[in-house]
């Protein structure tokens, strides 16, 4: 079997490339309105793709008939007829399909599978729906969430009787999504331990992170907080969590090893909250969550939060989450959200290991540029909301 995909700006113009290339005999598979090029999404024109088969014998006999016949000699004619073929065969030849044909058939069966699973064989949506499919792949929210929520909408779609309108559209796109992230509202946000303690590659922000919780805890909920660090790796992340201790004016102890550890732990027994900042190191290197267990006391009464930046990759940010999840992890903390313009890896990251976020960061001001990752807050980021937006 010959499979073959033509693309024509009607039906007619499409079914006039497969009689040409193909024949009267092919098939046709499938066929479904395209829209390609553009600008910024605008624009676009209007195709039709058309997927066409055609049996490998089929095709043969075309072209047997296409060609000129020879000419022979009267006393060669009865030679070259063809001998009597048994019915007996005909029928088992009907019935019993070539292996050929039955691996062209799988194969092409595997092809349209594969394009299902990568979402690249997404349904075509009416032209509204259409542009808030864009908006989740722009985004970069999973093939697998985003099949879930176009569903929703062609199901509301559907159902009115009216001319939908853009507006209605989006909110039907926030509601749809507010109900995928909706279980994160019922997990308890509030610190159920005493020890909190912060882990994640370098470069991520979790000193500054740790400086910002601790000083809204110490702050707006008039806390007796106390800091841990076990970076010891830089000079310069010591010092600065030294400098957010003097200005909050809370006291900071540096562990080299698992003794010194407790004996802060110890010095700190009477403290509200003890925060610890753990060094970031390659998070590929397998030996560096094995040092923090030479360090840290995970058998304490402690949270763990994962740091991770919103300016990662996706697949980074799943490597580095296997690579600590030997730790008990209760929350993730997503980083550096003023830097980047896509928020799917948020929600993709939250559903797919059902681990709720805790906060969300958008800048350096301590501790002004932090926020509770609550699905209102994570719904204005993926559509553009700002602050003053947010608090009216």
Do not use: C
Request: hydrophobic share 40%; glycine share 4%; proline share 3%.
């Amino acid at each position: 079997m010959k499979v073959k995909k033509y693309t024509a700006e009607s039906m007619t113009e499409a079914m006039k490339f497969v009689r040409e290339e193909l024949g009267t005999d092919a098939v046709i598979l499938s066929s479904k309105p395209i829209y390609i090029g553009g600008f910024l999404g605008l624009f676009k024109k209007r195709r039709i793709e058309v997927v066409a088969a055609i049996d490998s014998t089929a095709e043969s006999n075309q072209m047997v008939v296409k060609q000129k016949p020879k000419k022979v000699k009267p006393s060669s004619v009865l030679e070259q007829l063809p001998k009597p073929v048994s019915s007996e065969f005909i029928e088992k030849d009907l019935e019993t399909p070539t292996s050929d044909l039955l691996k062209e058939i799988a194969d092409l069966k595997g092809m349209i599978e594969g394009l299902r699973s990568t979402g690249m064989a997404d349904t075509h949506y009416p032209e509204l729906l259409d542009s808030a499919h864009a908006v989740l792949v722009k985004q970069e929210i999973a093939a697998s969430i985003r099949t879930q929520v176009m569903d929703v909408l062609v199901a509301k779609w559907r159902a009115v009787k009216h001319e939908v309108t853009q507006e209605e559209v989006r909110d039907w796109l926030k509601s749809a999504l507010a109900e995928q992230i909706e279980w994160i509202s019922k997990e308890e946000l509030a610190f159920q331990k005493k020890y909190i303690n912060v882990v994640g590659p370098t470069g991520v922000g979790k000193t500054t992170t740790l400086a910002k919780v601790a000083a809204q805890t110490v702050l707006k909920e008039r806390k007796k907080v106390a800091f841990i660090t076990t970076d010891t790796y830089r000079i310069a992340a010591i010092d600065q969590l030294k400098t957010y201790a003097k200005i909050l004016n809370v006291p900071i102890e540096v562990a080299y090893n698992l003794d010194d550890f407790k004996r802060a732990a110890e010095r700190f027994a009477h403290y509200d909250l003890v925060f610890i900042d753990t060094a970031g190191r390659n998070f590929r290197n397998a030996q560096y969550v094995k040092d923090l267990g030479d360090i840290i006391d995970f058998t304490e009464e402690m949270e763990t939060y994962l740091v991770l930046s919103l300016t990662s990759k996706q697949r980074d940010m799943e490597d580095i989450y296997r690579q600590f999840s030997t730790i008990p992890l209760k929350h993730i903390i997503f980083t550096k959200a003023d830097e980047t313009a896509t928020y799917g890896a948020m929600i993709n990251m939250m559903q797919q290991y059902q681990l709720a976020p805790a906060y969300i960061t958008n800048g350096q001001n301590v501790p002004d540029d932090l926020m509770k990752a609550t699905p209102v807050n994570i719904l204005n980021l993926l559509f553009g909301v700002k602050d003053d937006e947010r608090s009216s």
